[in-house]
């Protein structure tokens, strides 16, 4: 299971890292959107903060995942990211749901990993 944890932290680290510095130094060009996509993202560049915020989390949580420092912190910190990106994937671009199930379900994962240190968020 040891094994597993570290193929899984630095797959997610690694995709997190290229996805975020991608966006900040423009190294893969972005596909062009249509539809609900455009107008979704039309929406989050708008906003001036939001992708590059969402982005910087993604930095910082991939090389936490590559590095292996603050694992108790990051996934819980990339969960809504996550989720958001899950749930973008469903509702306007099912072709990206292959990599938004891996984002999520390995965040998952990392969760159950240190699910002994998170036990206490959720008693009464």
Known sequence: ?????????????????????????????????????????????????????????????????VTGKFMKLSPILLMPISINILLVHVFMMPEGIPIALFVLLGNLFLIYRNWDSYKELFTA
């Open 1 to 65: 299971m040891k094994i597993a944890t570290i193929i899984i932290r630095v797959l997610l680290g690694a995709l997190l890292l290229f996805a975020s510095l991608s966006f900040f130094f423009h190294l893969v060009p972005e596909p062009e959107a249509t539809g609900n996509m455009k107008i979704f993202n039309d929406g989050l560049a708008a906003s001036g903060y939001l992708m590059v915020l969402v982005k910087i989390v993604e930095l910082i949580c991939g090389l936490s995942f």
